[in-house]
């Protein structure tokens, strides 16, 4: 059974940083990409960035780029979210999808790890 758990998230001040974790089974991490996203209140689903770990390509999102960074330890079927930097309009709730390849399309979801960004 494909599966994508995240964790991680929690309450922090702007200009602090988390680590979230997206732990798969069900499949290898290293054969698809995994894509985060987020969902603020009140607002629709918007891509952070991506991580294709069959050719090692990452994307992100420009309200990201230069604050975060994934990451991807295939040993232990993990993808990681370094979130640095972070500000209040970060706050939202965080999933990781699988895709086959990145922006292809997210067939499996996490069910999300809530962050807060406190100004």
């Known amino acids: 059974e494909v599966q994508l758990v995240e964790s991680g998230g929690g309450l922090v001040q702007a200009g602090g940083s988390l680590r979230l974790s997206c732990v798969v089974s069900g499949f290898p991490v290293a054969d698809y990409a995994i894509r985060w996203l987020r969902q603020a209140p009140g607002k629709e689903r918007e891509g952070v960035g991506c991580?294709?770990?069959?050719?090692?390509?990452?994307y992100y999102e420009a309200p990201v780029r230069g604050r975060f960074t994934i990451s991807s330890d295939n040993a232990k079927n993990t993808v990681y979210l370094q979130m640095d930097s972070l500000k209040p309009e970060d706050t939202a709730v965080y999933y990781c999808a699988r895709e086959m390849f990145c922006y292809s399309g997210p067939d499996h979801w996490g069910q999300g790890t809530r962050v807060t960004v406190s100004s």
């Open positions: 991580i294709s770990n069959s050719d090692g390509n990452l």
